[in-house]
């Protein structure tokens, strides 16, 4: 194990920081809602506080398996993008006759949460710097100029290292004002106060076990009482279980993160990176990285590890070897860092579907609505998806319910032992495209064709 990893503590830091607010008590006995909101990571707070500031006075309760943010929404790197197709490449192949409606919807919903955390004063480091994608290969940089869209600038080796000094980078694109950098668990806690300050009431520690038809609406089932309520919205991502019909779609994989120590200016000064953007480099087992608000650097991806048979075990946070692999990727690409340390190290599951971006849809007559799939781009698109699932729910139609990528669903995936083998295979062969110049073997090409496909 390289020495800069002796010390990581294996937890996410971003749930580590003080200001983490005390568990709301679990649901005890019997209850009632108008609407009950099974999750309360990002997807589930927004369509809390959305349905809030639609209809002051509807009740609305937010049930949650553990604690607000434990999961995903506490997890990740902090990129709240404008996409909500993964980026638009994925939008554009998949939903070319809306991808320009998809884009000014995406940058009105970016525009928004900056909005609702300015309106609510959440303290999560909200910072719009853009997203820097470097290209570390000539066939990187190749297919970023093939692919580069009006009002872009493509960026030579000299001006990207400008941005941010690697000795990796021989080219780059900077998209100035798509994507902002955040606190994860100080946006979710935020969101929380938010829904608290307009009446959202909330069970944490409260597994939802079942769901049933109950009268007019519906009953929600937990260890320790009933919560019946007219609608439902399910944001329980990659954890979701209460739909028989979305393990068809969805698979749970893994994503690593590390985090060093906070660089001192010396080191952040031999790196550059004045503007602070998000960065991530365009391979398809790509890396992700950011600094934070007091000069650590964030450094995930690359590995996206699918467990066989879709098991999701606490145990499966930590594994060596991808924190191995991360810290010797991050001394290639910062030899300037190399003896800088890592104080943690952490994993966790994100909603994958075959498309790479979220779908949609409702059960039980319209009584229940879901949104999963966002494929480790939900920090800003959950935002999205809550005022879908709020729309579906009344019924009537709107200018998102009317998109043909809420309308439709991904192509499913196989079903075990088929899609553990499918999956592997796939992502074999994802590794050997970046060291074989970016070329697609045959099965990726075939996969291409029919929509299914799995990427990091």
């Given at each position: 194990?390289p020495s800069?990893?002796r ?15 005390a568990?709301a ?6 209850g ?7 999750g309360?990571g990002y ?8 349905a ?5 006075g ?8 553990g604690?607000?943010?434990?999961a ?7 990129f709240?993008?404008a ?5 638009h490449?994925n939008?554009a192949?998949r939903?070319p006759?809306?991808?320009?409606r ?12 900056e ?5 609510y ?17 000539d066939w990187?940089l ?13 960026l ?15 080219g ?29 009431r ?9 769901i049933?038809?109950?009268g007019a609406?519906m009953?929600l089932?937990t ?8 609608k ?7 954890h979701?279980r ?7 779609f969805?698979v749970p ?23 602070r ?12 990285y ?17 467990y066989?048979?879709g098991?999701i ?6 594994r060596?070897?991808t ?10 690409t910062?030899?300037?860092?190399a ?7 952490w994993g ?7 498309r790479f971006?979220s779908?949609?849809g409702?059960a039980y007559?319209g ?5 999963v799939?966002y494929?480790?781009l939900g920090?800003?698109?959950?935002r999205?998806g809550?005022?879908v699932m709020?729309?579906l729910?009344?019924?009537?139609p709107t ?8 309308r439709?669903?991904?192509v ?8 553990s083998?499918?999956?592997q295979?796939?992502?074999?062969s994802i590794?050997?495209?970046d060291?074989n110049?970016?070329?697609r ?16």
């Open positions: 194990m800069t990893l010390d990581a503590l294996p937890e996410p830091f971003w749930l580590t920081q003080a200001g983490a607010p568990p008590a679990p649901l005890d006995g019997d009632s809602a108008d609407l009950a909101v099974v309360a997807s589930g707070l927004w369509t809390a506080l959305l809030k500031e639609r209809d002051p509807r009740d609305v309760v937010v049930i949650e398996a604690t607000a943010g434990w995903a929404s506490g997890r990740n790197g902090g709240c993008s996409s909500l197709t993964h980026g490449a939008g192949s939903f006759g809306e991808i320009d998809l884009e000014k919807l995406g940058r009105q919903n970016l525009d928004e949460i909005a609702t955390i300015t309106r004063g959440i303290d999560c480091d909200f910072s719009r710097t853009g997203e820097l994608s470097v290209a570390t290969a990187q190749a297919e970023m100029r093939a692919n580069l869209r009006p009002g872009e600038e493509l030579d080796r000299e001006r990207v290292r400008a941005e941010v000094d690697s000795p990796t980078y021989v780059g694109v900077w998209d100035a004002d798509g994507c902002a950098m955040i606190d994860p668990a100080r946006l979710v806690w935020g969101l929380r106060d938010a829904c608290l300050s307009l009446g959202v909330f069970h944490e520690q409260s597994p939802v076990d079942r049933e038809r109950h609406g009953r089932h260890a320790g009482g009933r919560l019946g309520a007219g439902v919205a399910l944001a329980t991502g990659a979701g209460l739909l028989r019909r979305l393990g068809h969805v994989v893994y994503d690593y993160a590390l985090m060093t120590a906070p660089l001192t200016a010396t080191q952040l000064a031999a790196i550059g990176w004045r503007h953007q998000g960065v991530g480099d365009a391979a398809n087992q790509f890396h992700y950011r600094l934070t608000a007091d000069n650590r650097i964030l450094w995930g991806g690359y590995d996206a590890v699918y066989n048979g098991r075990d606490p145990a499966y946070d930590q060596e070897a924190f191995v692999t991360l810290a010797e990727h991050f001394r290639t910062f030899p300037q860092l003896d800088v340390p890592f104080t943690h190290k966790g599951v994100i909603d994958t579907c075959s971006s779908f949609f409702t007559d009584r229940v609505a879901y949104a799939g494929t480790g920090v800003g698109a959950t999205f809550a005022d709020l729309d729910l009344t019924g009537s200018e998102r319910t009317s998109l043909r990528m809420v439709t669903k991904p499913p995936f196989p079903p075990e032992p088929v899609r083998a499918v999956i295979l796939t992502r074999w590794a050997r495209a060291d110049d970016g070329r073997n045959l099965w990726l090409r075939a996969l291409d064709r029919v929509g299914l496909g799995f990427d990091s």
